[in-house]
């Protein structure tokens, strides 16, 4: 995984595999999830994954799935374990057919975690600003710096009229408090000093979600913008990717060992072999 280009692609993703990184870029279409379709691509530096795992899927499919460090991706942390299955980021979903080649990528990426703790600081870009999404009560954007509710007179509370439309510098906020619009109750909170026990829908630092409004796609980007900003970790500044250790020529040989298995069932061509085995022997 030293050269650049190796791709492996699944429903709705492809992975492409760097020396440090993984690039994940999203298909668009009408049976992508929308928040996938929404982040485009995503690079994921190996720093900021904690591990690996293959597991059967549904009709016929296997499902490969990196594990980010907690701590090191805004978009997850913003999430905090609400998204569902299928808009999960991390997620590659492969025909069964194609196992034995995601298990050797599988593998291939185990042996380049460098992390596995709670990461110090994000480690994956965040969504750039500026950013819009318009919830059931108001419309919030941030430019990078400052976070604005404008509100609907169509759903504001007579509390948010009355406080009027907001303004919230990063540098005044602590936090922020997303709860999916696909669940009861669903907002996004600006955490500020204030009470965070008022109810949402009469909290000026809180646009209320609904049917219809706020989706998941359009405010979760905007949710981890936010976050990042507060955290002094903005979209252009994420960390280097640790230096990948040199292997142990005794798990070289067993790489080279794996993909001879799979050049012979045919799901590597010759010249992928021989591409991949000098690259291996380069390593030792």
């Known amino acids: ?15 492409e595999f760097e020396s440090d990184s993984v690039l994940i870029r999203y298909q668009r279409g009408l049976r992508t999830p929308k928040l996938l379709s929404a982040l ?3 690079r994921i530096p190996l720093s900021a994954i904690a591990g690996v795992t293959l597991a059967p899927g549904r009709r016929g499919t296997v499902v490969l799935r990196a594990e980010p460090r907690p ?8 999430a905090a374990g609400q998204l569902k299955e299928g808009s999960d980021p991390y997620r590659l979903v492969l025909p069964a057919e194609r196992e034995t ?10 042996s380049r975690l460098t992390g596995s703790g709670p990461a110090e600081r994000f480690l994956v870009d965040a969504p750039e600003a500026p950013l819009s999404f318009k919830a059931y009560d108001g419309k919030a954007s941030f ?3 400052t976070v604005r509710f404008r509100w609907f007179w169509t759903g504001a509370s007579s509390a948010k009229w009355k406080a009027g439309d907001q303004s919230f510098a990063v540098s005044e906020l602590s936090g922020i408090e997303w709860r999916s619009p696909e669940v009861f109750e669903g907002h996004l909170r600006l955490i500020d000093g204030q009470d965070t026990t008022v109810q949402p829908d009469q909290d000026p630092a809180t ?3 609904g049917l219809g409004y706020g989706p998941v796609h359009e405010s979760l980007p905007f949710a981890a913008a ?4 507060v955290r002094g970790r903005g979209a252009s500044t994420a960390v280097p990717a640790a230096a990948v250790p ?6 070289i040989a067993d790489r080279i060992r794996h993909l001879g298995e799979l050049h012979q069932a045919g799901l590597v061509t010759d010249e992928e072999f021989t591409v991949k085995k000098a690259e291996l022997l380069a390593e030792l």
């Open 246 to 251: 040199r292997r142990d020529p005794a798990d």
């Open 226 to 229: 936010v976050l990042a900003a």
């Open 71 to 78: 701590g090191a991706d805004p978009l997850m942390e913003a």
């Open 1 to 15: 995984m030293s050269r650049m280009g190796d791709v492996l692609a699944g429903f709705h993703a492809a992975w």
């Open 207 to 209: 646009v209320v979600f």
């Open 101 to 110: 080649l995601a298990e050797y990528y599988a593998d291939e990426l185990r």
């Open 40 to 42: 485009g691509q995503r």
């Open 143 to 145: 430019d990078g710096r």
